[in-house]
């Protein structure tokens, strides 16, 4: 099973700043088939990236994907009150498909 | 617009069964693999199962092999998802997701439902 884990767990940032979250596998994700998606307090979960880089229907070009094998990065530039939420990367290169624990953008 | 809408929910006590379901409207169902993913209070996503398109591949969560059982209706657009012998760790919440197609590299999920709240207490 590939363990995903995330960096920061909490990353406190006014709007208008830059943020980079990281996602780190335990082994190489293949063909980089790797996600982010953002999900908001009682909300249902969006995907904002797939394929490392690759941005979703309709996803902003503040959101930005990159990395590969192991390492992977998420950067929201220039962030607005909507972008506070927890992000979370998901590998879907094998089965079981797996999730990161999250990370937290919360207001400084 | 593509829309998909779970139901079946609901507080029940540990060794119990149900049944959740996913209507799915607004794109062509069986192009799309499906999946559950669920969400417990205060942890993070999880996958639980997956099935192919055509329904003819499963796909299951260690921790859910041989209790649940993933199932399509092309003809209904509909995703099921039968849950046998609850435990307490299954209390989540259930979303349906529809992957980007299917096939390899489709894996990611693009479309979630608003979800079901599944409580398993005695």
């Known amino acids: 099973e590939i363990v995903l884990s995330q960096s920061p767990g909490t990353l406190s940032l006014s709007p208008g700043e830059r943020a980079t979250l990281s996602c780190r596998a335990s082994q190489s994700v293949d063909f980089d088939y790797l996600a982010w998606y953002q999900q908001k307090s009682g909300q249902t979960p969006r995907l904002l990236i797939y394929?490392?880089?690759r941005r979703a229907t309709g996803i902003p070009d503040k959101f930005s994907g990159s990395g590969s094998g192991t390492d992977f990065t998420l950067t929201i530039t220039r962030l607005e009150p909507e972008d506070f939420a927890v992000y979370f990367c998901?590998?879907?290169?094998?089965?079981?498909?797996?999730f990161g624990p999250g990370s937290k953008v919360d207001f400084k | 617009e593509a829309h998909l809408l779970e139901s079946g929910g609901g507080l029940l006590q540990p060794g119990g069964s149900l049944r959740l379901s996913c209507a799915a409207s607004g794109f062509t169902f069986s192009s799309s693999a499906m999946s559950w993913v669920r969400r417990a209070p205060g942890k993070g996503l999880d996958w639980v199962s997956t099935?192919?398109?055509?329904?003819?591949?499963?796909y299951y969560a260690d921790s859910v092999k041989d209790r649940f059982t993933i199932s399509r209706d092309n003809s209904r657009s509909t995703l099921s998802l039968q849950i046998n012998t609850l435990k307490t760790e299954d209390t989540a919440i259930y979303y349906c997701?529809?992957?980007?197609?299917?096939?390899?590299?489709?894996?990611?999920?693009?479309?979630w439902g608003q979800g079901t709240a599944v409580t398993v207490s005695s």
């Open positions: 998901q590998q879907y290169s094998e089965y079981p498909f797996t």
């Open positions: 997701a529809k992957h980007l197609c299917n096939g390899g590299g489709c894996d990611a999920f693009e479309m």
């Open positions: 394929a490392a880089s």
């Open positions: 099935i192919t398109g055509p329904g003819d591949f499963t």
